[in-house]
T-cell receptor
Framework: DTGVSQNPRHKITKRGQNVTFRCDPI?????LYWYRQTLGQGPEFLTY????????KSRLLSDRFSAERPKGSFSTLEIQRTEQGDSAMYLC????????????FGPGTRLTVL | QKEVEQNSGPLSVPEGAIASLNCTYS??????FFWYRQYSGKSPELIMF????GDKEDGRFTAQLNKASQYVSLLIRDSQPSDSATYLC???????????FGSGTRLQVQP
């Protein structure tokens, strides 16, 4: 039984470059979430998928951010034209649609934009 | 007013004592409440969830919920140095799946 996995674990990029992160949820989980966390703050919700459908997006998710979950399994989060303010830990979580629906987090991808 | 508020701490307790962590939330329609533990540089790890008013116990941890007062707490009995971490309170609002997190309370357990 493997948990949520995320790749890469660390990414350093220059301002203006595009980056893409991948998340593989727990195998039987049909819900997948992306959050962003900066130092000293709790995670902030970005977007949520149920199977392949993107059902909720935060106002934080600007036009430069896009997320996909094409076959209802893994998901990708792309940030275009990165800015220094995008530097953060990007966390993926998954859950199984149920009465409890608890979210389990992956190890995160730490993005540094120079 | 933040949607989910926690005292940032640090909360310092001696080993073996009870640590009490508190959280208030603004959305009266919130349904589900979660406590996560986060070690420095790591991702959040689920400790407990609670849906109903009252207490819920799991080992050394007890979650308490009072929806009328919009208040959630986490008690850690027999605190250990390994409990030293940031504790995040998270709330699931009515009709939503997204969690809203507080900024966390840093707990320090002194040996």
């Amino acid at each position: 039984d493997t948990g949520v996995s995320q790749n890469p674990r660390h990414k350093i990029t220059k301002r203006g470059q595009n980056v893409t992160f991948r998340c593989d949820p727990i195998s039987e989980h049909n819900r997948l979430y992306w959050y962003r966390q900066t130092l000293g703050q709790g995670p902030e919700f970005l977007t949520y998928f149920q199977n392949e459908a993107q059902l909720e997006k935060s106002r934080l998710l600007s036009d430069r951010f896009s997320a996909e979950r094409p076959k209802g399994s893994f998901s990708t989060l792309e940030i275009q034209r990165t800015e220094q303010g995008d530097s953060a830990m990007y966390l993926c979580a998954s859950s199984l649609e149920s009465s409890t629906d608890t979210q389990y987090f992956g190890p995160g991808t730490r993005l540094t934009v120079l | 007013q933040k949607e989910v508020e926690q005292n940032s701490g640090p909360l310092s307790v001696p080993e073996g004592a009870i640590a009490s962590l508190n959280c208030t939330y603004s959305d009266r329609g919130s349904q589900s409440f979660f406590w996560y533990r986060q070690y420095s540089g790591k991702s959040p790890e689920l400790i407990m969830f609670i849906y109903s008013n009252g207490d819920k116990e799991d080992g050394r941890f007890t979650a308490q919920l009072n929806k009328a007062s919009q208040y959630v707490s986490l008690l850690i009995r027999d605190s250990q140095p390994s409990d030293s971490a940031t504790y995040l309170c998270a709330v699931e609002g009515a009709g939503r799946r997204a969690l809203t997190f507080g900024s966390g309370t840093r707990l320090q357990v002194q040996p």
